[in-house]
């Protein structure tokens, strides 16, 4: 299984401009309120339609508007799960999961995937019980198992655990996880998580593409920076080639190399090493955040410069513990980064 996106849609002021390609993987889509990753979903399964270009499924083409191609949401078999899972609220459990297996014109395999789906999911207990009646993981499930009933060329999932509560989070993440995993197929995730593969899209384009360990090596934009989970992020200047000053931090840094278009540099909270070595401060200790597992301590390389924090395990820290501490920040973890500015979806 794969697919190939290469789309464009202008809303307003708002210009969505996205390409990319997967294959038999979940490839997750990070990015901030707006930025486009829910109506990239809405593209692909036929709900919005795209201005120009190319949207392409296990070998069938679902748009090309240069061929005039248009499939429908029925033609397309797509999976899409939105975020509020969109149960039709007169319908009970069973009903609901019998309507998405109405591609199937053989009643007695329709309702022998039915019954299967509903036993893999633990429905049948709820069969008879409306959408109203369901805590927010048991509609989850109903929703899924709708989906998964049709045997969709594909699985688009829109922010799947933002309805529910915290303490619900975790073993529905597990149960989606392993159900993704069973599903076999390309699965489109939008998600505050970092998956295995990563598409960061900010402002309706495509920042950064790749697998997770190259996608947080080089997030490539501050917006990507920050919604990989870096924290340490200042505004910079270029001094040579192989230098810069982290302005927000009054640091002379040494890079290895500098991108063309960079105006900002970040390092991870945990990327900081103790003692001396390049790029070695000897900072004030502005004030520390004990975390379950970890304490986040702020640095100051002046008085008047921004804090930098650096994240370690409780043991370092206890043993470190002073009003300075010394520090360096690795040039290979410095990270260099556009900084784009572009309209925002409302």
């Not at 697919?3 to 990070?30: C, M, P, Q, S, Y």
């Amino acid at each position: 299984m794969s697919i190939f996106v290469d789309i464009e849609k202008t809303l307003g002021n708002f210009r969505l401009k996205v390409a990319f390609e997967a294959g038999n993987e979940t490839l997750a889509l990070l990015g901030a309120s707006g930025s486009g990753k829910s109506m990239t979903l809405k593209c692909i399964a036929g709900i919005e339609t795209p201005d120009r270009g190319r949207i392409v499924v296990d070998d069938v083409v679902l748009f090309d508007s240069e061929k005039h191609i248009d499939l429908t949401p029925q033609q397309r078999h797509t999976g899409l799960m939105f975020q509020n899972y969109a149960l039709f609220p007169n319908m009970t459990v069973l009903q609901n999961i019998r309507a998405g297996a109405n591609r199937e014109p053989d009643k007695k395999k329709r309702e022998a995937a039915v019954a299967a789906v509903m036993d893999s999911f633990g429905r049948m207990p709820l069969a008879g019980h409306l959408p109203s009646q369901l805590s927010g993981g048991q509609q989850q499930r109903t929703a899924l198992a709708r989906i998964l009933v049709s045997n969709p060329r594909i699985l688009l999932l829109d922010e799947p655990f933002s309805a529910l509560d915290n303490h619900l989070r975790f073993r529905l993440e597990q149960e989606v996880r392993q159900t993704i995993a069973e599903f076999g197929k390309t699965v489109l995730l939008v998600s505050h998580d970092r998956d295995d593969s990563i598409a960061v899209v900010n402002s309706g384009t495509i920042d950064a593409f790749g697998t997770k360990a190259e996608v947080f090596r080089n997030p490539q934009t501050r917006m990507g920076a920050m919604l990989t989970g870096c924290k340490n992020i200042s505004a910079m200047k270029v001094l040579d080639s192989t230098h810069i000053r982290a302005v927000d931090w009054d640091m002379r840094l040494e890079v290895l190399g500098i991108p063309e278009g960079v105006s900002a540099a970040g390092i991870r909270m945990h990327d900081i090493r103790s003692g001396q070595g390049k790029n070695g401060f000897r900072c004030r200790v502005a004030g520390e955040i004990e975390n379950p597992f970890s304490y986040t301590v702020m640095l100051q390389a002046n008085p008047s410069a921004a804090p930098i924090g650096w994240e370690m395990n409780k043991e370092l820290w206890q043993s470190l513990r002073a009003e300075e501490v010394e520090i360096c920040l690795p040039p290979e973890a410095l990270l260099l980064l556009k900084d784009e500015t572009k309209e925002v979806m409302k």
